[in-house]
């Protein structure tokens, strides 16, 4: 058995849960820059906020209707996702962290008489510990587990739990669900289905498996499997290494200077080299990439790549690379929108040959110091290529609605008096 815990609208839960003055008023969250509505709270849904909306077209509601309008606060996501799947793995001992708010759980071997009550207990603790809203779908795969979860989120009545144990009950909430609300069904698959006279889960539930493979893929007569009770998808308890690094953002504000896009490079090489450093792993290759905006009349996007003599962690050499790479992409003249660090070809640091003369001495301990000191919440130390703090208003993310990061900074801890 596997079960799929979902948070509720999560990143609206997020910034509700430590404002309880927003519980009555519709609360939405801006993507990057603030450009669009990417979270919805229940009661922006029921006015009719539109997923993917630009925030100016219903900035007018905050007026007429209260709505409250929050900049993305990866921060406090990030952290809040953290500590909700400490406590699953508290509660059972087979968790997959599937995306920030969902979680597969491996319940195999448990009687189940005790599923509903698990499920309760779950969704139970998670309010208690983290006071975030949860659905519970169980069932005997990954795929029918989903559309549980889906049913729990759907309907009031099921209290946000739903168990699939029973076949028929199986069979009844497919007939009630169009193809396209399966897990890995796309919109461009929901029509190719459809030609075939597959509108609802049942219908690809009782579909040839065999025959769905030969005219689509694998990933299809896997799907059609799960739906028929047939485990095909195990839990990834342990993911793989990462294959790169991607550091990279969208301006706040058009950058036309050298120096200011370097400033940005600069800071991306660092996060990208932290990551790289978490790892414990070296990179071999570097890209650096810039571009205006995608509907810039005077468009201009370019990469450049490079490769390393000998793979590194160090930032100070990650970053030398980053500008020489960016020497031969900058053109002036254009009003650039974004840039980004791409850092590939990986290996672990203990996996490598080495280079006599190639590494700089004392690098690791060195790199380890500034990590420590940066991660301690006690100080901060950059390279000077990143620029002052005066100089990252020139390009750094436009977040003007932002929330306080209430669980990561000890300078912005809630104070209850």
């Known amino acids: 058995m596997f079960a799929l815990v979902d948070c509720n609208n999560f990143y609206t839960s ?37 997923m993917g909306v630009p925030a100016f077209q219903v900035r007018h509601l905050e007026k007429q209707a209260g709505l409250v309008m929050f900049s993305s606060n990866y921060a406090l996501y990030g952290d809040m996702s953290a500590r909700v799947m400490a406590t699953l793995e508290q509660l059972v001992p087979e968790v997959e962290a599937y995306s920030i708010d969902e979680a597969f759980l491996g319940l195999h071997g448990l009687p189940a008489t005790t599923l509903p009550s698990l499920a309760r207990r779950i969704r139970r603790t998670i309010d208690r510990h983290q006071g975030l809203p949860v659905c519970v779908g169980i069932a005997p795969t990954k795929t029918l587990a989903k559309l549980a979860n889906h049913a729990a989120k759907t309907w009031p009545a099921t209290q946000g739990t ?3 144990t029973d076949p028929a009950r199986q069979q009844r909430l497919m007939s009630l669900l169009p193809v396209g609300t399966i897990w890995g069904i796309g919109r461009r698959m929901v029509g190719h289905l459809e030609q075939l006279g597959i509108h609802t889960a049942l219908d690809l539930a009782r579909s040839h498996p065999a025959t769905l493979r030969k005219r689509f893929s694998v990933v299809i007569e896997r799907l059609v499997r799960e739906l028929n009770g ?40 660092w996060r990208a080299s932290e990551r790289l450093r978490q790892d414990d792993n070296l990179a071999r290759q570097m890209t650096v990439y810039i571009r205006t905006g995608a509907k810039d009349p005077n468009y201009y996007g370019n990469a450049a790549s490079g490769a390393f003599a000998q793979p590194t962690r160090d930032t100070r050499q990650l970053l030398d690379m980053a500008h020489r790479l960016l020497d031969q992409l900058w053109q002036p003249g254009y009003r650039y929108a974004k840039a980004g660090v791409v850092l590939t070809d990986l290996c672990h640091r203990h996996q490598q040959q080495t280079d006599l003369f190639g590494d700089r001495p004392g690098s690791d301990a060195l790199m380890d110091v500034m990590d420590r000191i940066n991660h301690s919440g006690k100080g901060k130390v950059w390279l000077a290529g990143q620029g002052m703090q005066a100089d990252r208003k020139a390009w750094e993310m436009k977040r003007l609605r932002l929330s306080p990061s209430y669980t990561t900074d000890w300078q912005q801890i809630p104070e209850v008096s």
């Open 230 to 269: 047939e485990p095909c998808l195990p839990l990834d308890l342990l993911p793989g290494p990462r294959k790169h690094i991607v550091a990279s953002r969208s301006f706040g504000n058009r950058v036309t200077e050298r120096r200011v896009i370097g400033h940005a490079v600069a800071s991306h090489t």
């Open 14 to 50: 997020c910034e509700m849960l430590f404002r309880p003055d927003l519980r009555d008023r519709p609360v939405v969250v801006l993507s990057n820059n603030d450009g669009c509505v990417v979270a919805r709270s229940p009661l922006a849904k029921a006015m009719g906020i539109p």
């Open 162 to 164: 739903v168990i699939l």
